[in-house]
C-alpha cells in the first residue's frame, strides 16, 4: 500500500507530521501536507516505531493447544507489537536445521506480523548448519544445564562465533540449577504447599548466581550477553556493574515489574511463571525503566487446564501481548513513566541488540512499521476480547488509561480500533 499518514505526534517533537508510506517504506516524513491516494488521518494520536517483543512463546510446532503462529501473531498485533522473536522450546526443539526450517516455514505461513526465530543450542556441528538459517541468536535455559554442559556450550558459541556469521550474541534464561533443584526437592517434601512457596523453591538468589555465570562465560568467550526476563534488583545491580566489562543487555517482563509474590494468594498457580514472582523488597520495579531497557513480554500461554494442576504440576507461563502496553500507558498517565522512554524500551533498544534492520526508529527508508497510541482511551482488560488461546491472565479486570488503537506491519494495517 502507498499512502499518507496524516496529523501524527511524535514523542520527540513538536508539532503534527505527516508520514508517506511507499512500497512499505517510509519515504517522507513532513510538517507540510503531504499528497497521497490514500490517507489515514490518525487524529492528532501518537505514531511510534513499531513495537517489538523480543520474547514470545507461540508454541508452534508441537504444543498448539496453547498458541500457534497465527493466534499468537494476532495477539501481538492486538497489542501494538509489529516484530515478535519466538523462542525455540517448541517440539521438536529448535535446536536442530530441519526443525528451525519447518518452524520458519510455520511462520511465514500463519503470522499476521513480521517475526524473528532463536535457535536452540546443539552441537557444533548442528549449530554450524542452523546458522545458514540466520536465527537472531542462541537461547540457552540456563536452569537445565550443569556448570559442565555450560562450559562447553558457551565454549562452542565462541567457536561458532570466529567460523560463522553468527555475532555472538547470547540470550540467557538465568535461574542456577544446583539451587533451584535443591530448594525445589524441599519444597516438594512438604505434606502441603501454597503456591507462594513456588517463589522460595526458586529463590532470587538461583537469578543472581546464573546472571554471574552468565556474565563470566560471555566475558571468557568474548560474546554478547542478553539476560531474559530479569526480576531480581540485585540481578540487576549485577548486570549493571557488568556493562564494564561486557556487552550486556536485559529485559524486563511486566508481571516482575507490577506483580509482587503475594500475587500467589490472590490469583493461585496462574501467576506462576519462570522465575517466579519475587517478594517484594527483592523486586524489579516500574522505577527500574529508563531509556536503556527493555521489555520483552515472555508471552507464554498454557491451557487453563495446565495452568491448574498444583503448586508444581501447574505449566509455568503468562500471556502478556494485549497488556503490557496499555499497562504502561498506565504507567505513563499517573507519572511514573516519561513518555519518551515507551519508544526506546519497546522499539528502538530490541531492534539495536537483535540488530533488526530497518526498524526500531520512524525514519525515511526505514520499514512501514507503526504503532499508534491513544493515551488516554480508557478501558477495562476482558480476557474474552483476547486473540490468544489463553483463557487466564491476572492484569484481566485491570483498568487501564492509554491504548494501541493502530497497528502496521510493512505499510499494511492489521489492526485497527481507530
Known amino acids: 500500500m502507498d499512502f499518507v499518514i496524516k496529523n501524527c505526534k511524535l514523542v520527540d517533537k513538536v508539532g503534527n ?13 513532513s510538517k507540510s501536507t503531504i499528497k497521497g491516494d490514500d490517507i489515514i488521518d490518525i487524529k492528532d494520536n501518537y505514531i511510534l516505531p513499531g513495537f517489538i517483543d523480543p520474547h514470545v512463546h507461540f508454541r508452534d510446532p508441537g504444543l498448539t493447544q496453547k498458541e500457534d503462529f497465527k493466534t499468537g501473531s494476532l495477539s501481538a498485533a492486538n497489542g501494538g507489537f509489529t516484530t515478535i522473536i519466538d523462542m525455540p522450546n517448541t517440539i521438536p526443539k529448535t535446536n536442530t536445521y530441519s526443525a528451525l526450517k519447518e518452524k520458519i516455514k510455520i511462520a511465514e505461513k500463519k503470522s499476521v506480523v513480521n517475526f524473528k526465530l532463536q535457535a536452540g543450542t546443539n552441537n557444533l556441528d548442528e549449530m554450524k548448519k542452523i ?30 562465533k570466529n567460523t560463522t556469521n553468527y555475532n555472538g550474541l547470547v540470550a540467557t534464561h538465568c535461574e542456577k540449577k544446583n539451587i533451584v533443584d535443591e530448594k525445589t526437592k524441599i519444597f516438594k517434601e512438604k505434606e502441603k504447599n501454597k503456591a507462594i512457596n513456588y517463589s522460595y523453591a526458586r529463590p532470587a538468589v538461583a537469578e543472581e ?43 524486563f517482563t511486566p508481571h516482575h515489574l507490577l506483580l509482587n509474590n503475594d500475587a500467589y494468594n490472590l490469583y493461585d498457580t496462574l501467576v506462576k511463571t519462570n522465575p517466579p514472582l519475587r517478594e517484594k523488597k527483592e523486586s524489579v520495579k516500574i522505577s527500574d525503566l529508563d531509556e536503556n531497557s527493555i521489555i520483552g513480554t515472555d508471552h507464554a500461554p498454557h491451557t487453563l487446564k495446565e495452568k491448574t494442576l498444583g503448586v508444581f504440576k501447574s505449566s509455568p507461563g503468562i500471556p502478556n501481548l494485549e497488556t503490557v502496553v496499555p499497562i504502561l500507558l498506565t504507567e505513563v498517565n499517573k507519572n511514573n513513566l516519561d513518555l519518551k522512554i515507551i519508544p526506546k524500551i519497546l522499539s528502538e533498544n530490541a531492534a539495536k ?35 490468544t488461546k489463553a483463557e487466564y491472565s491476572p492484569f484481566d479486570g ?12 510493512n505499510g499494511k494495517i492489521v489492526m485497527d480500533k481507530l
Not at 554471574?212 to 534488583?233: G, P, T
Not at 533488526?356 to 476480547?385: M, P, Y
Not at 485491570?398 to 506491519?409: H, Q, R
Open 353 to 387: 541488540v537483535y540488530d533488526l534492520k530497518n526498524k526500531g526508529s520512524i525514519n525515511v527508508g526505514n520499514d512501514a512499521d507503526f504503532t499508534i497510541i491513544d493515551l488516554k482511551r480508557e478501558g477495562i482488560f476482558n480476557i474474552d476480547e483476547f486473540k
Open 209 to 251: 548466581e546464573s546472571v554471574k555465570q552468565a556474565i563470566d562465560l560471555v566475558r571468557r568467550n568474548n560474546l554478547r550477553l542478553h539476560i531474559c526476563h530479569l526480576s531480581s534488583s540485585k540481578s540487576l545491580a549485577i548486570a549493571k556493574k557488568a556493562k564494564n566489562i561486557i556487552d550486556v543487555s536485559w529485559e
Open 131 to 160: 546458522m545458514e538459517l540466520k536465527p537472531v541468536s542462541f537461547k540457552i535455559f540456563m536452569d537445565l544445564e550443569s556448570d559442565e554442559s555450560l562450559e562447553k556450550i558457551f565454549n562452542d558459541l565462541a567457536i561458532l
Open 398 to 409: 485491570f483498568e487501564y488509561v492509554g491504548m494501541p488503537i493502530m497497528t502496521i506491519v
Open 17 to 29: 507530521y505527516n508520514i508517506k508510506v511507499e512500497d512499505s517504506k517510509i519515504t517522507n516524513i
